[in-house]
């Protein structure tokens, strides 16, 4: 469920008409609800009402701190993974208790910024990643509350490049080799292995993955304790999906029963990581109509955003509903259209063959569910600035994202000396 409707033949963010926030923002504009942020979040956080179980947000998926504070403010934690991300989260108010810091790629510095922090887990991806933690805790006189990510080798059947969880993908130490991973970590100063931490993939619509990945973790908590580790946490991740077209993912509670029932019997800590189900569909990508071209095999329908924009269509082929702003009237006529943006990429492409109405220059259209995984992933590719993002609560709307300025975006390259100043 989301609220974004047509009200009065007129699509809406809640109750603020978009046209109204095409004028006042511009376009291309990320538009974000709150109230649809709060429903994802409060439907998910009760389908695990009564399992000990904190919900860390997966800042990745849409790191604006106004969105990370909305989600705070509701009790979320934080799954983060770089320095850019922790920071943003701390400073929209998310306790460092409740913040995970995952990644196969923390640097000291991130590392250090973490235990500084006090972060309430570190997912350790690797061998030497653990003793770099030891390291760097132990000559600070502190414990790093640490959980393992292993890879359970479990076929997430969704898209090729979001996969995370199969023994090819470069994520978390093989399940086998866990037992031996956890004896090193408990003979490490400075290292406290509180939890085991697993995470298959993203926008998965079937429970089976998560069954037989859930389960593999448990046993793995049963053997670890088998052989004293007193493991009290269980991170699972991320990873369920939300519908874009025709998908019908589990809900939350069957996946909340899901877990109990493959990990109830542990009394664990859960940790869980949700990042699209939150903020997909709370967001649209919403832009305007440049020019419709007739091509001899095609007509286009050139818009002002484009693939720097929202990656997900180019890289993923990923399908995102096209809507028009202003509500088509019944049986008005439609026709089949490429809807494209304006980078010099083939791939720039947001929809083939779309039935939309007949398009004309400077109608607003809006792109829906690009709320996860759209504005964090832009570009400036074609040196088109990042565009603005806007957040809806009732009547009100925010800018939580000035676009960016052009002349800040061209002053970032420096001309060296030895070009002299002919191109000043
Ligand atoms: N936890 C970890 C360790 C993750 O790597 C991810 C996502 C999540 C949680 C959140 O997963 P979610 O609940 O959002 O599925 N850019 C891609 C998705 C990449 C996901 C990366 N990891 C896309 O646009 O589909």
């Known amino acids: 469920m989301d609220h974004f409707t047509y009200i009065d033949g ?10 109204r926030i ?33 919900i860390c947000y997966a800042v990745k998926a849409n790191s604006n701190q106004a969105v990370i504070a909305t989600l705070a403010r509701q009790g979320a934690g934080a799954d983060v993974l770089s ?24 640097s000291r510095r ?9 972060v309430g887990q570190i997912n350790v991806e690797s061998e030497p990643e653990l003793e770099l933690i030891s390291a760097l805790a132990s000559a600070r006189g502190a414990m790093a ?24 993908n470069k994520f978390g130490i093989a399940l ?44 793995l908590v049963e053997t670890l ?24 993912p589990p809900s939350p509670a069957d996946y909340a029963a899901l877990v109990r029932e493959t990990t109830g019997h542990l009394g664990v800590e859960l940790v869980l990581e949700p990042g699209r189900l939150i903020a997909g569909n709370a967001g649209i990508l919403l832009t305007r109509v440049l020019y419709v071209k007739q091509g001899t095999a095609k007509s286009f329908v050139v818009v002002d955003a484009g693939m720097n924009d929202l990656m997900r269509p180019a890289l993923y082929d990923a399908w995102h509903r096209i809507v028009p702003v202003v509500e088509p009237a019944m049986g008005a006529p439609t026709a089949a259209v ?22 004309e220059c400077d109608d607003l259209l809006a792109i829906r569910s690009a709320g996860a995984y759209g504005a964090v992933m832009a570009s400036t590719y074609n040196t088109r600035p990042l565009v603005a993002e806007v957040l809806v609560k009732d009547d009100a709307l925010a800018v939580i994202r000035a676009r960016q300025d052009m002349a800040e975006l061209l002053a970032m390259d420096r001309i060296p000396a030895w070009l002299g100043d002919e191109s000043q």
């Open 225 to 248: 304790r088998g052989a004293g580790h007193p493991i009290r946490r269980l991170d699972l991740g991320g990873g369920l999906g939300i519908p874009y077209r025709d998908e019908t």
């Open 338 to 359: 490429d809807v494209v943006g304006p980078v010099c990429e083939t791939t720039d492409i947001f929809g083939h063959d779309r039935i939309l109405p007949m398009l």
């Open 110 to 118: 991130e590392i250090a910024l973490a235990l500084e922090a006090g």
């Open 145 to 168: 509350p640490i959980a393992i990510r292993v890879n359970p080798d479990v076929d997430a059947k969704t898209h090729e490049k979001i996969t995370t969880g199969r023994k090819e």
């Open 10 to 19: 007129q699509l809406h963010a809640e109750s603020v008409p978009l046209s």
């Open 176 to 219: 086998a080799r866990a037992p031996e991973i956890y004896a090193r970590a408990a003979a490490l100063p400075g290292i406290e292995a509180v939890g085991v931490a697993i995470h298959i993939g993203s926008q998965l619509t079937e429970l089976g993955p998560f069954g037989d990945a859930f389960t593999l973790a448990a046993g």
């Open 83 to 106: 320095e850019g991300e922790l920071r943003r989260a701390l400073k929209a108010g998310v306790p460092a208790a409740k913040i995970v810091f995952s990644g196969i790629g923390k």
């Open 22 to 54: 095409a004028e006042a923002a511009g376009t291309p504009t990320y538009v974000y609800s709150t109230a649809t942020l709060v429903h994802h979040y409060r439907t998910f956080a009760d389908a695990f009402a009564g399992q000990n179980a904190t």
